[in-house]
């Protein structure tokens, strides 16, 4: 029976006294500086991740060219885990079947020869079967790599060199976007047009104070590979590159083809990028199977090299524009892609840039790079020279030169003492073969010293003069620009810059075909938070049942076609269509089951949703603006911010404003009341607002609007009151105020 050892003093010596906390706090950080570093986050200056810039730097050492041929694309696999890459092979080859999927890189760098996969989501065949090489892309981020453009660092085994970043003639990051999840971040860019880029790093070459609005006016927005039609407004559009945050709108492109007997059919040509077709379809048929789209009859994939889909309506009548809304809400044929442009600044700190600086970081590198290689093409001329110096040195002295080569045995050290040679021009004419002692070579010799020498002289003037380094880089962008032309198989934009209809627009074709299926129903929320909707109108709010502890709080009438929407302390506006809301029996369902309403926020309004309303909205910090009832519909469950609130801050105040109105009353907790014309409060899509009234020592409480010709009423001990004079109180926006008149309610409020 073995004896149980005891640790000796080697042992003894690894054993670490440290809290628990210390040791997973330190081990979780080096986990995430590996997984941010080396793995999730691209470098802004070449847009690739390690995995990337490692298949392409083997492919480089393979030779595989796009003149040359291909090779087996385990061979390739095998070399990057082999040599740079200590991971699994599937990982890695899932890596290179992705750069060359034109369907999911915009500029493929790998060209595939064998199944690379579609955009079925079928996978690739095993790597044994395929094979690759690299595109004129890739050639260009690899362009000048032998030429010390950029650093290189140890492979993980110390056996090798890989290079840190690429020189990368090619704006890979915005090109061909990136997605990655790191721990605590994550980078989602969407896929770029060249030749618009170009046209903005031409504009920043031109004039460097140019700001981000003036590069979106050539950058119209992302251009994806699967083509399709982006919705996004404008302003939101700028807004997302200005910030480097923000969502794109990107819906299928479609078209009616007539059918016999006066029907039609939709044939869909494009899908939104990163969409299954396979898995669109299979989501079209349990919709009609579950006859959530009434107005959709059957769909069918006729598709060959080029996507067709087919959807047939149930009737000629419907109107194809509302079928396409109606799919565009329920399935992936309109989707968002959300913009983080969370980058690897200059390989080591990640953050997130706008447009600007991830096109200035990608110049600057740029500029790095063409130094560097014209310092190695200086070392490398000026060597030339100094070797062409000594041959003419040689060919004046042949016969001397001849002697001493032939009666010295050591005739290096002898000819550099005779002619003032140095040790390279020594070695090089030791090293010259008898075949080019020709007179014709001589003069060869001294063109290409010519030519040389005027060369030697540009590239020291160009390594002086800033400008001229500039000067090189735009022509280096004109280039580049010319090869991914707007005229170009490669470069011409494919997804369409478009404009969704308008919502009011869709809401009344919807009216005019669903007015059969209308329904009056009354929505009612309890001040905890359910919501359902009982049939009919005119109900007696007695008969409502609640939870013990609740009590009604909000009874509005509508139809089961009306969008109801909710306004909540957050700033957001939720949408509830009034067909989805729970039936009235029980106590309903939780609010914030149907919308993404947060846990310290609460509804602060809610009515029927009528285009031709406006509202005023205001924050408890007095700041405040008018917005239309147009702007305030939201698409998803996370709802729409118009209110832009402060931290801790929270909205008060929503309410409809009268187009008769032309003045407004504020008040605040301190209870000083303003008035003043309502023509100064600005009208807006989105954002804080205008100081309507200044507060201190308290917040807003209430505002109204009011028609100066009937007067400012408010109401106090159950009855309607109205100011008599209200001059004292009139004045302008963003003043302090005045004590409200004798007999106002200490609340304060004036309904």
């Not at 085994?157 to 976007?177: K, S, T």
């Not at 939720?574 to 067909?579: A, E, Q």
Request: aromatic letters at 6%; glycine letters at 8%; charged letters at 30%.
């Amino acid at each position: 029976m073995s004896r149980k050892k005891t640790p000796g003093p080697q042992a003894e010596s690894i054993i670490v006294d440290q809290p628990l906390t210390q040791i997973l706090s330190e081990r979780y950080l080096s986990y995430a500086l590996s997984t941010i570093m080396a793995r999730s986050l691209p470098d802004v200056r070449d847009g690739l991740k390690p995995v990337h810039r490692r298949l392409l730097h083997a492919m480089d050492q393979l030779k595989l060219n796009p003149d040359q041929h291909p090779k087996k694309c385990a061979r390739v696999v095998g070399d990057v885990i082999g040599k740079f890459h200590p991971h699994g092979d599937q990982s890695v080859y899932d890596a290179l079947v992705r750069l060359a999927q034109d369907f999911a890189v915009r500029y493929p760098l790998v060209d595939g020869q064998g199944n690379f996969g579609n955009i079925d989501g079928d996978n690739a065949a095993a790597m044994r079967y395929t094979e690759a090489r690299l595109t004129k892309t890739a050639v260009y981020l690899l362009e000048g790599i032998g030429e010390n453009a950029v650093d290189f660092r140890p492979t993980y085994d110390g056996e090798g060199e890989e290079p840190i970043v690429m020189p990368a003639n090619f704006p890979n990051l915005l090109a061909n976007g990136a997605s990655g999840i790191a721990v605590g971040m994550a980078t989602n860019i969407p896929p770029h047009n060249v030749s618009e880029l170009c046209d903005a790093m031409l504009l920043m070459l031109d004039d460097d104070k140019v700001e981000v609005g003036d590069l979106m006016k050539v950058v119209k927005g992302p251009d994806f590979p699967t083509g399709g039609i982006l919705v996004e407004p404008k302003e939101n559009i700028i807004e997302a590159y200005k910030t480097g945050r923000g969502s794109f709108r990107l819906r299928a492109r479609w078209q009616q083809e007539d059918v016999k007997n006066g029907g039609y059919q939709i044939i869909v040509t494009e899908i939104p990028y990163q969409v299954q077709k396979s898995r669109l379809i299979e989501k079209l048929a349990e919709l009609i199977n579950a006859k959530k789209v009434p107005l959709l009859d059957d769909v069918r994939d006729e598709s060959a090299e080029d996507i067709r889909l087919v959807l047939v309506p149930k009737s000629r009548n419907v109107d194809p524009a509302l079928l396409m809304e109606t799919l565009f809400r329920n399935c992936d044929l309109e989707t968002r892609f959300s913009l983080n442009m969370n980058v690897l600044d200059r390989g080591v700190a990640p953050r997130v840039m706008n447009l600007k600086e991830v096109l200035q970081a990608w110049l600057v590198h740029r500029q790095e790079v063409l130094v560097r290689r014209s310092n190695y093409r200086l070392g490398q001329v000026n060597h030339r020279i100094e070797v062409l110096g000594g041959y003419m040195i040689a060919y004046l002295n042949i016969d001397q030169v001849i002697h001493i080569i032939r009666t010295q045995d050591e005739p290096k050290p002898k000819l550099m003492k005779a002619f003032g040679l140095t040790d390279v021009q020594a070695e090089a004419i030791l090293n010259m073969r008898l075949r080019s002692l020709r007179k014709l070579e001589e003069i060869e010799i001294k063109k290409e010293h010519d030519s040389l020498a005027k060369e030697r002289d540009a590239l020291e003037s160009l390594l002086k003069s800033e400008a001229r380094q500039w000067t090189a880089i735009k022509k280096q962008v004109i280039a580049l620009q010319e090869d991914y032309g707007a005229k170009t198989k490669l470069g011409k934009r494919r997804t369409e810059i478009g404009k969704a209809p308008s919502l009011a627009a869709i809401e009344n074709m919807a009216e005019a075909l669903t007015v059969m299926e209308q329904e009056p129903i009354t929505l009612v929320l309890s001040a905890k938070g359910w919501i359902k909707a009982m049939k009919g109108h005119e109900h007696n709010d007695k008969e409502f049942t609640y939870k013990d502890g609740d009590k009604g709080r909000f009874v509005v009438e509508g139809q089961t076609t009306d969008k109801f929407i909710l306004f909540a302390t957050n700033g957001r506006f939720y949408t509830i269509s009034g067909d989805k809301l729970p039936p009235g029996r029980g106590f309903g369902e939780p609010l914030r089951l149907m919308i993404d309403l947060p846990n310290d926020a609460d509804v602060l309004y809610v009515m029927v949703y009528d285009p031709d309303l406006k509202f005023l909205l205001a924050s408890d910090e007095g700041h405040g603006f008018i917005v239309p009832s147009s702007e305030v519909l939201a698409q998803t469950k996370n709802g729409k911010q118009v209110l832009n609130v402060g931290t801790g801050g929270e909205a008060t105040i929503c309410k409809v404003v009268d187009p008769s109105h032309d003045y407004i009353a504020t008040i605040g907790t301190n209870r000083k009341m303003l008035v003043f014309k309502l023509k100064e409060v600005p009208e807006m899509t989105k954002g804080k607002g205008v100081i309507l009234q200044k507060i201190k020592d308290g917040t807003l409480a209430d505002a109204k609007t009011f028609k100066m010709k009937e007067g400012l009423t408010y109401f106090s001990a159950g009855k309607e009151n109205k100011v008599g004079d209200i001059k004292p109180w009139i004045g302008e926006r963003a003043q302090a105020g005045k004590l409200p008149p004798n007999g106002f309610p200490k609340s304060p409020k004036f309904d």
